[in-house]
Each structure stands twice: as C-alpha cells, then as structure tokens.
C-alpha cells in the first residue's frame, strides 16, 4: 500500500528514517547505498524519542542528503508528521510532504469493511485510542460517542487494542447498543491480517481470547457486521470477480 510518489522519492534518497510500521518490506530493495536509519516505535517502547527523531531529520538534510521520512499509513492521521515537518522548517530545511494511504481507511476496506455504505452509514469518524478526553472519562471524545450510541456514523480507533476495554465501558455507559459490532484487524495488508468480530458488549473479552495485539484498527458500527458484503464473497468464492 505504498503510493507511486513515494515510490519515487524512496529511489532518489540517501538517507530513509523509516518507522516500524508501514510498508517497510520495501526497504531491502532500496539501492545499496541508501542508509536505513531505524526509529520505529512500539506501544510502552520508544527507543527514539520523537525529539530525537526531529533532529536526525534536520543533521542528515544540513549534512546534503536528500532525506526520506519513511511513515505508516498518512503522516498527517495521528502520525506526528506534522511536528516533523515543523521542527524541518525551523532549521531552514525545506519540506515535501507524500500523502500516504491511511491505516483508517486502507486497512478496514483490505478486510472487506466498507467505512460507508448505501442505506447503513454515510460517514465515519477517526479517533486515537492512546489519548483520555479531557473529562479523563475514557479514550473516546463526545463525537465519538455520539457515533457508537446514535449509529450517525461508524467509528474508526486507531492505537485502540490496549484500550479496547475503556472504550466499551464507555460506550455502553453513554447507551450504545450492546450489540453494536465491531471488528478488530491485526497487520492490515501483511501476510498476518486478521479479522476478529464481535458484539460491543464482547469485543474486550472476545479479541483478549484472540491474543489480539496491536498494530490494529477497531472498527465499531454496522458497517462491522459480517454478513454486510456477503453476496459479494459468495460470488467471489463462485469464481467470479470484479
């Protein structure tokens, strides 16, 4: 899931600052001289401290490399890019940002989610599992709520599998059906995706069961609902194909 552009400017770097997430397979066809700097970070593990990553950015690009921030999903959705860009303009280095696809929406429609659809939900809204809301009641703000409880829209939690418990809480507290479905997927365009689907007020204790662990996205509305693209499996399974 990686976008011709950026394709193109990973051929033309010297140096690529590459997270752990993302399409880092493509690192081991970059020509030999192109020096990979790791600075991938994992939940309760930040080698890197994003600080430090800013100035490695800013040395390598003031020493004449042509520099490759080298993101998962969109750098701007809940990926820090913006600070990046940033701490590049306060040093004088000049800055192109390559939109890339975001875990969001790439990873629930890889799994046969659509975040829309005709006659079930005309929107959806995007939320970080990680931050409390300022009432410190739980992960999710009162958008966010009003999604999982009114059915205006589907939810879409990023960096939410640790928290999956506070958020169903939360959400039944607020009034949400409990049957509301949801669908957790693990490693979303790997080899290892995998999609696990339960009831609102199972979904805790079902994706624990699992062994669910992050990178994941949490898709919570009807658009969840496993038989919602039936037909089209069904056809695909019969051969044919679109």
């Known amino acids: ?50 600080e430090r990553i800013n100035a490695l950015l800013v040395e390598h690009a003031l020493a004449g490399a042509h520099v490759v921030r080298l993101k998962g999903g969109d750098p701007f959705v809940l990926g820090r890019g913006g600070e990046e860009v940033l701490a590049c303009a306060e040093a004088g280095v000049p800055v192109e940002v390559v939109p890339g696809i975001s875990s969001a929406v790439a990873v629930p429609g890889l799994a046969g989610i659509p975040l829309t659809h005709r006659g079930v939900t005309a929107g959806f809204h995007v939320v970080s599992g990680h931050c409390a809301t300022p009432d410190s009641s739980g992960p999710l703000d009162a958008a966010a709520l009003s999604c999982v409880r009114d ?17 169903v ?26 999609v696990t689907r339960a009831r609102l007020d199972e979904a805790a204790e079902v994706a ?23 037909g089209t499996r069904e056809r695909r399974l019969a051969g044919a194909g679109v």
């Open 1 to 50: 899931m990686l976008t011709l552009r950026a394709w193109r400017a990973l051929q033309s770097a010297d140096v690529v600052v590459a997270d752990r997430l993302g399409p880092v397979e493509i690192l081991a066809e970059l020509p030999p001289h192109v020096r990979v700097v790791d600075v991938g970070k994992a939940p309760g593990h930040h080698p890197v401290p994003q």
């Open 151 to 167: 059915g205006t829209a589907t939810l879409v939690v990023l960096m939410g599998v640790r928290s999956l418990g506070a958020i």
């Open 169 to 194: 809480a939360q959400s039944l507290a607020a009034g949400a059906d409990p049957g509301t479905p949801v669908a957790v997927v693990e490693n979303g365009s790997t080899p290892g995706q995998r």
């Open 208 to 230: 624990a069961a699992r062994g669910v662990r992050s990178p994941a996205v949490v898709v919570i509305g009807h658009v969840a609902a496993a038989g919602l693209l039936e």
